[in-house]
C-alpha cells in the first residue's frame, strides 16, 4: 500500500511538471491560435541558458537566474519578431508549419552554441528528498508542483478578468477583427512568446535541477503534449487536474503494467488515454466549443 501512495504522489508532481510545460502551448495558443510543435526545444534552450549563466559563467544562482530568463525572454520576442509578425491574418497553417521548422532551427542553434555534449545541470532545488515514513518525494518535483499550481491560478485569473488577458485571447480569434477593433496583434503574439520562453525556463529547472542537459532533454515537450490535448487548449486551470491525471496514470501504468507486458507501456499509456478522450470530446475536457452560424 505504501508503494502505492508513493506511485500516486510522485506520478501526480510529475504530471504537474508536465502541466508546466503544456502551459507554454497553451499560453502561445491562446494568444495566437498557434501550436508551438517547439515548446520542448524552448524549455532545453532556456535550460542552457541557465547552464550557461551559472556553470559556465560562474555566477551566482540569484544573478545567474533572472539573466537566464531574461535570455529566455527576448529570444522568444525574437522569435515573434523574426517569424510570427510576418504571419499576422495568415492562415493558421502557415503558421503551424513555421512552428516546424522552428523546431529544427532551435535545435540547430542549441548544438552550434553548446555541443551535443551531455552537461551536467546546476542544483537548484536541494537534491535531499522529503522523507514522510515511507513515502519518499523529490524536494524539485514539489517545489515545482507548488509553482505550477500558483502559476496555474494565478495565469487563469489573468486571461479570464483581465484587460490585457482578454485582448490576447480576442487576437486568438481572428486577427483581422481583432485589429480593426484597434488591438496590436503584434504586440499580444509577442507577449505570449515571450511568456512561453520563460515557463520553459521554469520548466527546465524544475526538470533537470541537479541532473543532466543535452538536446535529448525536448522529449518533455512531446510528454506533456498529452496534458495540453487533454485540459483543452484555451485551459490554463484545467491544465492542473489534466497534468495530475496523467502523471497518476503514467505513473501506476510503470509501477503495475510495465512489468506485466515487459516494455515500456506507462510512456505511451497517456497517448492511449488521450486519444480516446479526444474521440469523445475534441476540444478536450475544458476546452472551448467553437458554435459558427453559416
Do not use: C
Not at 504530471?15 to 503544456?22: D, F, K, M, P, S
Not at 479570464?160 to 488577458?165: D, E, F, L, S, Y
Not at 480569434?173 to 484597434?182: C, I, L, N
Not at 512531446?222 to 487533454?230: E, S
Amino acid at each position: 500500500m505504501i508503494d502505492f501512495f508513493n506511485y500516486l504522489i510522485n506520478g501526480a508532481l510529475s504530471g504537474l511538471l508536465y502541466a508546466l510545460i503544456a502551459m507554454g502551448f497553451v499560453v502561445i495558443y491562446r494568444a495566437s491560435k498557434v501550436f508551438n510543435f517547439a515548446q520542448g526545444e524552448l524549455v532545453v534552450f532556456g535550460g542552457y541558458m541557465v547552464w550557461w549563466t551559472i556553470i559556465q559563467m560562474g555566477l551566482p544562482m540569484w544573478v545567474g537566474l533572472p539573466i537566464a530568463f531574461a535570455s529566455s525572454a527576448l529570444f522568444g520576442f525574437m522569435i515573434e519578431r523574426i517569424f510570427f509578425a510576418r504571419l499576422v491574418g495568415e492562415s493558421v497553417f502557415s503558421m503551424v508549419m513555421v512552428t516546424i521548422g522552428l523546431l529544427i532551427l532551435i535545435r540547430g542553434i542549441v548544438l552550434v552554441l553548446f555541443g551535443p555534449q551531455v552537461r551536467a545541470f546546476p542544483i537548484i532545488f536541494p537534491l535531499d528528498p522529503i522523507i514522510l515514513g515511507d513515502i519518499i518525494v523529490s524536494r524539485s518535483m514539489l517545489y515545482g508542483g507548488i509553482i505550477t499550481i500558483v502559476i496555474g491560478i494565478g495565469f487563469s485569473w489573468f486571461f479570464n478578468r483581465t484587460r490585457a488577458g482578454l485582448t490576447m485571447t480576442a487576437v486568438a480569434e481572428d486577427h483581422q477583427v481583432a485589429m480593426s477593433m484597434g488591438i496590436s496583434v503584434q504586440r499580444s503574439i509577442a507577449f505570449a512568446w515571450v511568456l512561453g520562453a520563460v515557463l520553459s525556463t521554469l520548466g527546465a529547472m524544475v526538470h533537470l535541477s541537479g541532473r543532466s542537459i543535452n538536446m535529448m532533454s525536448s522529449d518533455i515537450g512531446m510528454t506533456a503534449l498529452p496534458v495540453a490535448l487533454l485540459a483543452g487548449l484555451e485551459s490554463l486551470a484545467g491544465l492542473l487536474l489534466a497534468g495530475v491525471l496523467v502523471g497518476v496514470i503514467q505513473g501506476l501504468a510503470s509501477a503495475y503494467l510495465d512489468p506485466l507486458v515487459g516494455g515500456a507501456l506507462g510512456s505511451v499509456f497517456p497517448f492511449i488515454i488521450m486519444l480516446v478522450v479526444l474521440l469523445i470530446r475534441p476540444t478536450g475536457m475544458f476546452g472551448w466549443k467553437t458554435i459558427e452560424r453559416v
